[in-house]
């Protein structure tokens, strides 16, 4: 499955998803990303409800992450990052298409807007899967 198929089979997407962690094994091409989803319906008794998972990546080809806009504090002061994501798109991320033309085929990449940076995180990979680290959702305050 890719980060566009997930994001389809997820209730809202990764639309305001909360980003605990990113652990990054570049030796064999993988990474983890620890987040809480929304689960929540806008129109529902409980419009933000998450659900704690994480998202493991394999085949990775790459993870970049820029740098915080100058105006914007880079230390969160020990809250997640809030996120939001989408498939990378060269009118969005300069850098892919010249990148997208040497990925290995099935290879796609995605990113998700950083909040507190203003920026983003580029993540170019084969296949992500979701494990659930929790039964059920918990509402946030």
Do not use: N, Q, T
């Given at each position: 499955m890719t980060f566009k198929e997930l994001d389809h089979?997820?209730?809202n997407g990764?639309?305001?998803?909360?980003?605990?962690?990113?652990?990054?094994d570049y030796l064999r091409g993988s990474a983890v990303l620890r987040m809480e989803l929304d689960f929540g319906d806008p129109?529902?008794?409980k419009p933000e409800d998450y659900r704690s998972g994480e998202v493991k990546v394999t085949g990775m080809c790459f993870c970049s992450i820029d740098?915080?806009?100058?105006?914007?504090p880079y230390?969160?002061?020990?809250?997640?990052l809030n996120v939001?994501?989408?498939p990378a798109k060269p009118d969005r991320f300069p850098a892919f298409e010249e990148l997208s033309r040497t990925l290995p085929p099935g290879v796609l990449c995605?990113?998700?807007y950083v909040d507190e940076w203003n920026s983003f995180i580029n993540i170019a990979a084969k296949d992500v899967q979701?494990?659930?680290?929790?039964?059920g959702t918990r509402a946030v305050e």
């Open positions: 089979e997820l209730p990764f639309h305001d998803a909360i980003l605990h962690d990113l652990r990054i129109d529902g008794p740098p915080p806009s100058h105006d914007h230390v969160p002061d020990g809250y997640p939001s994501g989408d995605y990113r998700f979701i494990s659930w680290v929790d039964e």
